[in-house]
């Protein structure tokens, strides 16, 4: 039978408990919202719909209790609520909006979220994409789009320390970014190569 | 090749797309020329050294920039936007 409710491109995922741990996250809600944010009607809409004021600074993130608005370019964010709300959430942006040149859709479905968290969260997505994620700039906060094991991905810094990171996926790729980072994060796979370590006995 | 995105900051090119030259400008639809079409959609010069080129920060903020580099030395001298770019430049690219 058909299923026209889709349930998460990893719904049922049991979490995997490796060298960190990797668990999918689907109970976000997701709009895609679009807008001139020097705009100040854009500004003013948004905020009263959204309860924050929607990050200007490219790569940063604003959160304030359920609604987080992520930087995806210098007129694009994502914002991300709990998915009982997110249509809710985007009909209020399209009515506070309407008449302002701009976007807010209901892309809920559109991607899969997959949480890593633990010591050693950088060092696994380091595998995959040829970034320093332990240089300073990747603090509390900070949001970047990447190419990660081949793939358009984004990542959030939910928490540096302890490292808590969300890794965003279109849907269809999120199997495969799960058994991707299965794979990668086995106990035995831990490389400790940046953090403090201490030389193993052989 | 590393290019510093003006939003994004230094990234590795995997992330961009190029579309080529820079500097050519579409032609006025009512007045031209087949040969003009075939020069603005087809025909690319390939220098060795300085070129300009637009790049589409695809796996990033997906703006469309315009990169001055060398095809030589892989050198990148400059890359703007390419909305601040038709702003400073407003009589075009220069050929
Ligand atoms: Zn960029």
Known sequence: ?202 | MRINCPYCGPRPNEEFNVLGDATKTRPDADKATAQDWLDYVYERDNPKGRLEEYWHHASGCRNWLVVKRNTVTHEVYSVVAARDYKKTHPEGVKK
């Open chain 1, 1 to 202: 039978m058909s299923d026209p409710v889709f349930r998460g491109g990893l719904a049922g995922a049991k979490a995997i408990d490796g060298s960190i741990s990797v668990s999918a996250i689907d109970d976000r809600g997701m709009i895609d919202l679009r807008g001139d944010i020097k705009d100040k009607k854009f500004v003013a809409a948004t905020k009263k719909v959204l309860g924050i004021s929607l990050p200007a600074q490219p790569r940063q993130s604003v959160n304030k209790g359920e609604v987080t608005a992520l930087w995806l370019s210098p007129d694009q964010w994502l914002i991300t609520c709990p998915r009982a709300k997110g249509a809710h959430l985007a009909n209020g942006l399209q009515t506070a909006l309407a008449g302002i040149h701009s976007l807010a859709v209901d892309v809920s479905d559109a991607r899969s979220i997959i949480r890593l968290e633990g010591q050693g969260a950088k060092e696994v997505l380091m595998k995959g994409a040829p970034v320093d994620l332990l240089a300073s700039e990747y603090t509390d906060g900070y949001v970047r789009r990447l190419r990660f094991a081949e793939l358009a991905a984004m990542i959030h810094v939910v928490s540096s320390d302890p490292e808590i990171i969300d890794l965003y996926v279109f849907r269809s790729y999120a199997q495969y970014a799960w058994d991707w980072l299965a794979a990668t994060s086995t106990k035995q796979s831990r490389l400790s190569l940046f953090a403090n370590q201490s030389i193993a006995s052989v």
